[in-house]
């Protein structure tokens, strides 16, 4: 097992380029199911993630290829026999976005054994988004011995899917089984993140036929087979929101690049009413954001969780990192998971000052923060204690960092370049 050590109190200067976005590399992957030509995908990123969709793409016959190394760098994904469609426990587990090799399974093979993914650190999760859905489809569904077994002898139809909440993973997987079922497909509620927008293209490119992506009435009419592609994943919007606010609270100044202001989305005004200075910076040869932190201690800055266009439920924790060291009292309010808050005791052993009242986190700034042995206890949660453990005074050991190497490629390597006192430990 590894631990990550931190040296805090060095502002942060350079360049720092973010890697493909995690939560679009996934299901378009798993895209990659539904058709029997290579799927192609460059930009991704390298991550504990990406390598156990793999494992689960294979276990059902796919090909799964790494291919070059630095930019350009992807994935080749060819699905041309699914020899299995039964994802084990043992793989699913790990992960819950490899439960949704459900919806391609069904749409190509007409029908798929599939383990629940179960609860998980930040919250119940449950999936009847997925199975109603999947049914009012034509789909026959039952969970058995932990298994969902879905079977759909006469193929998919189209059909009017009102989702009652917004569901990143629901809209994809109903979105992904859409473009193969027989007639025209409307889900209202869906889901607009960027992630499903960049999903739907690579789906288009496959001969899907989608209106409204980007929108909250997404509407498909679906065709016999898809064919191949070669897609470019876009830049990861969460793992950059994290480098920023690292940068904000170091106090110091990087570039950003491969990443616009637009695409930080609600993070960006309230990066700016914290007092972190964000501006594009034309000097590079792609799109850059130079981030500067504020002199002094940052604004206390309230933020919400909602879904896109919304503050982003993934970006809750590292803005709680930040405003640690606020002048005056943050409150944090999470609306999309019930329990996103584990960090919460972990930032408070760095010195932190945060009580907890139902979905909301009160935030009151302390002058300093002091390093201390944390654990990572979920994915956002660790990249939380990175930026916490840059701005602390002293020595920050955190330990359980898988969750970190879940999410963030190279990251002591890319905040190392930047000036940042980060190294890795074998324990
Ligand atoms: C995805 C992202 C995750 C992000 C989340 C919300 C990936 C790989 N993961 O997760 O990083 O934090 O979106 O932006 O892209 N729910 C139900 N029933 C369902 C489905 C969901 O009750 O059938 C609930 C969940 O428990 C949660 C809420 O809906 O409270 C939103 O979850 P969802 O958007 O589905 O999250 P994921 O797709 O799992």
Redesign the pocket.
């Known amino acids: 097992m590894d631990r990550i050590l931190i040296e805090g109190g060095t502002p942060l200067h350079g360049t720092l380029a973010i890697s493909g976005s ?3 590399v ?2 378009l992957m798993v895209a990659g199911l539904l058709t029997d030509q290579p799927v192609i995908l460059r930009g991704t990123p390298r991550l504990a ?1 990406t390598r156990t969709l793999a494992s689960v793409l294979q276990e059902l016959g796919a090909e799964v290829e790494e291919f070059g190394s630095g930019p350009g760098e992807g994935v080749r994904v060819h699905a041309h026999d699914l020899t299995s469609v039964r994802a084990p426990y043992e793989l699913v587990s790990k ?3 490899s439960f949704w090799v459900l919806g391609p399974l069904l749409a190509r093979a007409r029908k798929a054994e599939v383990s629940l993914p179960g609860g998980c650190a ?11 859905g999947l049914a009012k489809m034509g789909a026959d569904i039952a969970v058995e011995g932990g298994y969902v077994i879905a079977a759909a002898r006469d193929g998919l139809k189209g059909a009017r899917l009102d989702l009652p ?8 997987v109903l979105l992904m089984v859409a473009t193969l079922a027989e007639g025209t497909t409307i889900i209202t509620n869906a ?1 607009s ?1 960027p ?1 499903i927008v960049d999903v739907g293209r690579c789906l288009q490119a496959l001969g899907a036929q989608i209106d409204g992506l980007g929108t909250r009435t997404i509407h498909i009419s679906g065709v016999a087979q898809l064919g191949g592609a070669d897609h470019t994943v876009s830049r990861d919007r ?1 793992e950059a929101g994290a480098y920023a606010l690292a940068v904000a609270a170091s106090g110091g100044s990087v570039d950003l690049t491969g990443i616009t202001g637009e695409e930080l989305g609600a993070l960006l005004p309230a990066m700016r009413l914290a007092g972190v200075q964000v501006e594009e910076n034309t000097t590079h040869t792609q799109p850059a954001l130079r981030v500067s932190g504020p002199d002094a201690r940052p604004n206390a800055t309230p933020v919400t969780t909602e ?2 266009p919304g503050f ?3 970006l809750q924790a590292p803005f709680m990192g930040l405003m640690c060291r606020a002048n005056g009292v943050s409150r944090i309010r999470e609306t ?3 329990n ?1 808050f584990m960090h919460v005791q972990e930032l408070a052993r760095l010195g932190a000052d945060i009580s907890l009242e139902g979905d909301t986190a009160i935030v009151t700034g302390v002058d300093q923060l002091y390093g201390a042995p944390v654990m990572a206890t979920d ?2 949660a660790s990249v939380t204690l990175v930026i916490a453990g840059l701005a602390a005074r002293g020595t920050t050991t955190i330990n359980r960092v898988y969750h970190l190497d879940r ?1 963030y490629e190279r990251i002591e390597e890319k905040l190392s370049a930047c000036g940042a006192k980060i190294w890795r430990e074998k324990i």
């Open positions: 995690k939560n679009a996934l299901p993630d992960m819950r976005a930040i919250g119940t999760r449950p999936v009847d988004l997925y199975l109603t909440f917004v569901s990143v993973g629901a809209t994809h889901a993140e992630e969460i879904p896109y982003a439920t993934d999309i998971f019930e996103r994915l956002r999410g």
